[in-house]
């Protein structure tokens, strides 16, 4: 039986990752879990799953979480009691399903935990790459890839030569505007841009699709799980994410891996690697049924921040940092309704350009400018841009 550490247990990657771990009792139990703020749903998790740990963002909703708890969990809280539910139990794997560069710290003290990273939390690898896939090596860590694109490239490649590969190629659905021009995206709204046609993800990731970082955090994800060039790897549009990646070898023939849009495939595949297991109500995929699939060329200047992406995958560095966390801000910004939808991407590229850059910098350097460049976003809007 592996025991898990799940962060993010409430988002929806987390739900899903619980969703497994109860389909399967006699192969899988929760030690550790840790949540945001959502301490209604905390409850009911540490109720059904009763793991040793439950950590939560600040220590006023602990002591609330502590009065309601009825098992032996212990509630702890900030980076600390989130690092503690990374490390502290007897978790053999531990999946990070948190949002944002908050993942960073708790996968690194993981790995030096010798803890395989089954890893869904992309600011990770964007934001330190180098930092975690060398720590990663030199503990001998497996880092399995939980997004659907990074796992169908981990098994397209399965038993290949490295060496033979001449492309990897990353589907994109296109997020909820993927049929609108640049001048129709001028007006959207927060809840024009969170309906997303495929998948049902949560908030920040949403917008990230409608945008196409998320695919442009994904081809930085790409580079360091695979360590291919960034010249390697490429993008195309995808309506029906049925074919959830595919890789291109010298000879010119091409693996693809295809499946239902469902987050449990690629989440059981990182907890049961190398071995597979039934997939509890999961809808098989009959292609007489989907009848036909839709591919397009990517349009770099309709989808601006999939092309910062690579710009700052390509810089290296710090600019993978700045680019990372002026999206996070800027997101947020937008969420709380104070920029417009097309001015994520300007507040981005104004950070790229004004924040210096760093080669091979260390973890101090990354989380100062990860701080500065919030910083430098909010001073924008605080400016009137």
């Not at 993942?103 to 992309?122: F, M, Y």
């Not at 004004?354 to 101090?364: A, F, I």
């Amino acid at each position: 039986m592996k025991s898990v550490s799940l962060l993010g247990a409430t988002g929806s990657i987390g739900v899903q990752t619980l969703d497994v771990i109860a389909s399967h009792p006699e192969q899988f139990k929760l030690s550790s879990m840790s949540v945001g703020k959502n301490i209604e749903a905390a409850e009911k998790i540490i109720s059904k799953f009763q793991p040793e740990i439950c950590a939560v963002q600040n220590e006023e909703d602990a002591k609330i979480l502590r009065s309601k708890v009825r098992t032996s969990t212990r509630v702890v809280s900030g980076m600390e009691g989130l690092i503690e539910a990374a490390v502290s139990t007897d978790s053999t794997v531990v999946v990070n399903a948190v949002i944002g560069s908050v993942g960073l710290l708790p996968t690194l003290k993981a790995i030096e935990a010798k803890k395989t990273i089954a890893l869904a939390n992309k600011e990770t690898l964007v934001t330190a790459g180098h930092l975690v896939m060398e720590q990663a090596k030199q503990h001998n860590v497996a880092i399995l890839p939980v997004d659907s694109e990074h796992s169908a490239i981990y098994q397209c490649l399965n038993g290949e030569d490295p060496k033979r590969v001449e492309k990897l190629i990353l589907t994109a659905s296109g997020g909820s505007f993927r049929d609108r021009t640049r001048e129709e995206l001028k007006n959207v709204t927060v809840k024009e841009a969170l309906n997303h046609p495929n998948w049902s993800m949560g908030a920040k990731i949403t917008i990230d699709s409608a945008t196409m970082m998320n695919k442009g955090l994904e081809v930085i994800e790409a580079h360091w799980l695979f360590s291919f060039d960034y010249s390697k790897i490429d993008v195309i549009l995808h309506k029906e994410s049925i074919i959830h990646s595919m890789v291109e070898f010298v000879d010119t023939s091409i693996i693809a891996h295809l499946g239902q849009p469902d987050m449990r495939v690629p989440i059981q595949y990182a907890l049961t690697y190398p071995d597979r297991l039934e997939l509890i109500n999961g809808k098989r995929l009959n292609l007489w049924e989907v009848g036909k699939l839709h591919f397009q060329e990517m349009d770099y200047d309709r989808f601006r921040c999939l092309k910062l992406a690579f710009q700052a995958g390509t810089a290296g560095g710090l600019m993978p940092t700045i680019l990372n966390a002026a999206n996070e801000k800027a997101v947020e910004l937008f969420l709380n309704g104070h920029i417009s939808f097309l001015e994520i991407e300007e507040l981005i590229e104004r950070a790229m350009q004004k924040l210096s850059n760093v080669s091979k910098p260390d973890l101090e350097t990354i989380q100062e400018t990860d701080n500065r460049t919030r910083q430098y976003v909010e001073s924008l809007l605080s400016k009137g841009r």
